[in-house]
């Protein structure tokens, strides 16, 4: 059996439904963000959360040792 190629229609329609779903997706990255802002600044401990992000970073990019290849 021979599959037949997409029209040019429907391509347009998938690549459109894959752009609003990719767009859905940024919303909820953008809106996850403002609320972890939003919470960080309510809970009053942006320092404190700052030097803990700064020292979890600090140490990851310090990591230089190799990983197994599989």
């Known amino acids: 059996m ?3 190629k ?3 229609k429907e391509m347009t329609s998938i690549m459109t439904n894959m752009a ?3 767009e859905q997706c ?3 990255v953008i809106n996850g963000d403002r609320l972890l802002n ?3 600044e ?3 401990k942006e ?3 700052k030097a803990f992000l700064q020292e979890k970073l600090d ?3 310090n990591d230089t040792e190799k990983t197994e290849d599989k």
């Open 26 to 28: 940024v919303q909820m």
């Open 20 to 22: 609003m779903r990719l």
């Open 6 to 8: 997409l029209t040019n």
């Open 47 to 49: 320092e404190e959360f």
């Open 38 to 40: 939003e919470y960080i």
């Open 42 to 44: 309510f809970s009053g």
């Open 2 to 4: 021979k599959k037949s």
């Open 59 to 61: 140490k990851h990019d």
